[in-house]
């Protein structure tokens, strides 16, 4: 599930990861452009694997898979 909110105290559902994962990290870049989501690795239930794909968006709704782009696959990892 992906939420939003405008105050840290009222949380809105606006959509769904393409891949239900768990032990994955995520990261919101902001540049001139505006901000992007990063969720990053990860293990995936649905295939019993450790993904190496980068999922990214920029309203939680749509999303772009970036696939096999990790070096090695990951799952229980930081990002900064």
Not at 34 to 56: E, H, K, L, P
Not at 62 to 71: C, E
């Amino acid at each position: 599930d992906v939420y939003t909110s405008t105050d840290g105290a009222t949380w809105t559902k606006v959509g769904d990861l393409p891949v239900a994962l768990k032990n994955h990290s995520a990261v919101v870049y902001n540049d001139c452009a505006g901000s992007r989501i990063y969720v990053i690795g990860g293990f995936d239930a649905s295939t019993n694997t450790v993904s190496r794909n980068v999922y990214t968006t920029t309203d939680g709704m749509t999303w772009s898979t970036l696939m096999d782009v990790l070096p090695v696959p990951l799952q229980g990892h930081s990002s900064v």
